[in-house]
């Protein structure tokens, strides 16, 4: 894809990325094994953001402004997204786009284990395209998509430091840094409406859409007022494009006949 001026943001360069960021990025290094394990991603800030999801989303700069919605009540860790995103994206295990942390609880009853799938959150204000020193990674100002032109990555990793959500990785294969692009490459561009991990999900535990549309389903997740929505980091201040909710069934089912739906004007 030929990339335009019009399609790039100034380049901040490593000066950037914060002293904070740095510190958490050297006492991580770069293995999270997937696995919630006392900390690292999510145990770094509540899962649970001030007030709701709905009020941390001031814009849609895009349309269609793509979105994921996570329903964490209903992912089985199957792995099927996983599956899927390599397989249709050419990303050879070890190496995954997407991951399933796991949650444990105890001294509970009705639940003791929690799975959260995470992966890129295409973020508004995302610090990795602000720190690339060559400009390898960019945010498309037409869909709003954080994406990668391998051929200028110098394997750095700079942005894989710069990411709060660990959602890069150093691929040896194309010898750069690769993410999830929402499947931009191999679907969308080609007329699908869905990315691959959604597709694959068994249970609906993915919702992926145009969070610009009033009647697209990741919007009404989102704006309804049935259960809390909340993404992960907020304190970070990055705008990501994924969020979580508990979503169980029977809530779900409320919000999609309308039910407890309250319509906010986008601009």
């Given amino acids: 894809m030929k990339i335009t001026a019009g399609d790039l943001v100034h380049n901040e360069g490593t000066g950037s990325v914060t002293s904070r960021e740095r510190r958490k990025f050297l006492k991580l290094g770069f293995a999270i094994a997937g696995v919630y394990a006392g900390g690292k ?23 269609p402004h793509y979105s994921m919605v996570m329903r964490i009540s209903v992912c089985i860790n199957c792995e099927l997204c996983m599956n899927g995103c390599s397989t249709t994206n050419s990303v050879p295990p070890p190496e995954y786009r997407t991951r399933i942390l796991t949650k444990k609880y105890s001294g509970t009853l009705d639940r003791q284990v929690e799975f959260i799938p995470v992966l890129c959150n295409q973020c508004n204000n995302a610090p990795c395209y602000r720190s690339c020193p060559t400009r390898a990674t960019y945010k498309d100002q037409r869909t709003g998509i954080v994406k990668m032109e391998s051929k200028k990555c110098i394997g750095c990793k700079t942005c894989m430091l710069a990411c709060p959500y660990d959602a890069r990785h150093f691929s040896e294969a194309r010898r750069a840094v690769d993410k999830c692009d929402f499947c931009w490459e191999t679907r969308l561009s080609k007329g699908e409406t869905i990315t691959a991990c959604a597709n694959a999900c068994p249970t609906g535990a993915r919702t992926f859409g145009n969070i610009t549309d009033p009647e697209n389903v990741v919007y009404k997740l989102v704006h309804q007022i049935e259960e809390m929505v909340w993404v992960i980091r907020p304190e970070d201040d990055t705008k990501p494009n994924v969020f979580y909710m508990k979503g ?10 309308g039910q407890n739906f309250k319509i906010t004007n986008p601009s």
């Fill in 41 to 63: 991603i999510l145990g770094l800030t509540s899962l649970v953001a001030t007030g709701h999801a709905a009020n941390i989303v001031d814009k849609y700069p895009h349309n």
């Fill in 248 to 257: 169980n069934l029977v809530s779900v089912d409320n919000i999609l006949k």
